[in-house]
């Protein structure tokens, strides 16, 4: 295959890139975009801040935007991201206890049920845990209402779309380490206690060098019953970048249950990082890392 989507098509997965509503209208960016990728996932658009603005006042125009490309050029859509610490809206932000569980309960039910048979899978609960040896949970004001805020969310995620699949998605879970082993026994947790979860995202946002042990990670989550996806690929431009690109789409591959893989953008003019971290350059030419995956895939 000649194409990013195709080639991971061969093996019934998908490959993705973030995008934005204003970015369909550029042309160059849009060539690309529809040539290479079969998935989306909105950047910015789909967060809370953005399409509940003010309290039960939902905008949904840009997210929708976005499902009607992807819909008219058969692409699936991974929705990011139901409940997360930041990108709150101000009116969320200043809110604790009982009446925040209930407005983000309530944002959970009404974002899924306005998508409602259009996700392919939903970022229910986007790093809720926290960096460092801990394992815990990242202290917020959502994780200040109770530790069962996760699972309630999931709950009212499924209730809502009961088509997609639910994932728990985060960064720095690269390896086996404190965090992502603390993530790990959530999900096992959620599985022996019928939590509704199907599917856990590695944002992967790298450096320069890629943990040993990333395809060994990726394994014992998918060995708990649940599919893994990268959701969030970048990695900083440098002598290793096509070859840290080609060893995360070769982990994935090796995983069954690894269904799929998505950029955190198209290319780097776009990119939210500013080390050139994505598989076009500036002009649209494909990078080394490109090729790479490509032929990975
Ligand atoms: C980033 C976007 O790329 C930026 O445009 C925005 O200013 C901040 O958020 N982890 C996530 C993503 O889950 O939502 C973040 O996206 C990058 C880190």
Known sequence: ASTLGAAA???GRYFGAATNSFQLSNSAYTTILNREFNSIVAENEMKWYANEPQQNVFNFSAGDRLVAHARANGMS????????????PGWAQNMSGTALRNVAINHVTQVASHYRGQIHSWDVVNEAFADGGSGARRDSNLQRTGNDWIEAAFRAARAADPGAKLCYNDYNTDGINAKSTGIYNMVRDFKQRGVPIDCVGFQSHLGTTLASDYQANLQRFADLGVDVQITELDVAQGANQAS???RVTRACLAVTRCTGITVWGVWDAASWRDDNPLLF???GNKKPAYTSVLNAL
């Open 9 to 11: 098509a061969q093996s």
């Open 77 to 88: 859509v991974r929705g990011h991201t139901l409940l997360w610490h930041a990108q709150q």
């Open 244 to 246: 840290i690109y080609e």
């Open 281 to 283: 350059d500036g002009n």
